[in-house]
């Protein structure tokens, strides 16, 4: 009778703990792997969020003088922003060229960056500043290391109606007013108007700069 009850208690009782206990461990494993799925998410959300377009570069990629050339053009957009304030209109090169500012003045540069002759393209809400090697020639027989990338400063007012995209901000942004940015070429080109992207330049982004992997990228214009 005894072993009866035994049996009993063996084949009624213990199977049924057992199922209980394999249901807790299923749902606990459920809930890690839902809890480990939202993480990913989040950190492939802020990832991708982060990371670089197909049409920007890290200023690493710059070889030879090019970081000089870089850093110049930036270091001028608000003496630019300022003369723009100031006038309404985009300050042409001769008229940088007067304020000592380089790239524009010429003095100022590494004699491999001096042969680069730069031209102005303004538009109402935005300017392009353009700039090629044109004395690579004359930099090698001086035993230069001539510098062949093509260069554009961009400046958009992002105030204005019409104006390029992509760009850092927001249209009509009410905390930033001014968006600036550096394309490059690794050769000698012409001037390749308002589509830069579509022709294969590239935008060089700061890697010293973290506020620029922060900002909204534009790349259509806003709904009126």
């Known amino acids: 009778m005894t072993s009866q009850t035994t049996i009993g208690k063996e084949v009624v009782v213990q199977p049924l703990a057992a199922r209980r206990e394999a249901l807790g461990l299923a749902g606990m494993i459920g809930l890690i792997i839902l809890i480990m799925s939202l993480r990913f998410g989040a950190v492939e959300k802020t990832t991708t969020r982060e990371s670089l377009q197909s049409y ?17 053009l930036l270091s001028v957009v608000g003496d630019i922003v300022d003369l723009y304030s100031d ?20 003095d100022f540069l590494p004699p491999a960056l001096r042969g680069y002759h730069w031209t102005r393209h303004a538009e109402n809400g935005w300017v392009d500043y ?18 062949e990338n093509s260069f554009i400063l961009r400046i958009i007012d992002l105030s204005s109606q019409t104006h390029p995209h992509p760009h850092l901000g927001l249209d009509n942004d009410p905390e930033m007013k001014f968006s600036q940015q550096v394309w490059m070429y690794p050769e000698t080109r012409k001037y390749p108007g308002e589509d830069i992207m579509g022709k294969g330049w590239k935008w060089i982004i700061s890697s010293s700069d973290p506020s620029s992997s922060k900002l909204a990228i534009s790349e259509q214009p806003a709904q009126q």
């Open 56 to 72: 920007q570069q890290k200023d690493t990629v710059l070889q030879n003088q090019a970081p000089i050339l870089y850093r110049s």
């Open 130 to 147: 353009f700039g090629i090697n044109e004395d690579i020639d004359g930099s090698e027989k001086e035993n230069l290391d001539p510098l």
């Open 87 to 106: 006038t309404g209109t985009w300050p042409d090169v001769s008229s940088l060229r007067e304020e000592t500012l380089p790239p524009f003045a010429a």
